[in-house]
């Protein structure tokens, strides 16, 4: 198969998945509510090629042309929340990311630390 015919059936694959259940689930119904999943899903692909026209090696013997291609891909899925709907009300209920949270913090406390350390020199001569 070559390199476009290839391109082309991701791509008509591609085409066939992407819906809008692959974005919100099904929806799920529990206690006087509908509970719709909601996810971001994301392609990245690449790929590229080239040909080598016939050279004169050190070892004194022709090399043959040569030509490659290669190519590769990606697809993420991530949860974003849930939309949930009731009789009185619809609303966007996010999914927390707590790990950004403890980063944030984490380099919150760190970078305090040395501000402090910068402006508050030590007076018992040990430290520098």
């Given at each position: ?5 290839f391109l ?45 026209p016939n050279k ?73």
């Open positions: 198969m070559d390199v476009q015919n082309k059936s991701i791509a008509e694959s591609l085409q066939d998945s992407a819906s809008v259940k692959k974005v919100y689930g099904d929806p799920i119904e529990a206690h006087g509510k509908t509970i719709i999943p909601v996810a971001k899903i994301g392609y990245g692909f690449g790929g590229g090629g080239g040909t080598n004169a090696t050190e070892v004194q013997e022709p090399s043959s042309g040569g030509e490659g291609s290669g190519g590769g891909g990606c697809l993420g899925v991530k949860p974003v929340g849930v939309i949930e709907v009731t009789d009185k009300y619809t609303r966007f209920v996010p999914v927390m990311e707590y790990a950004h949270l403890l980063m944030a913090g984490v380099s919150g406390f760190f970078i305090a630390m040395m501000m402090h350390k910068r402006h508050h020199k030590c007076k018992c001569g040990h430290c520098k």
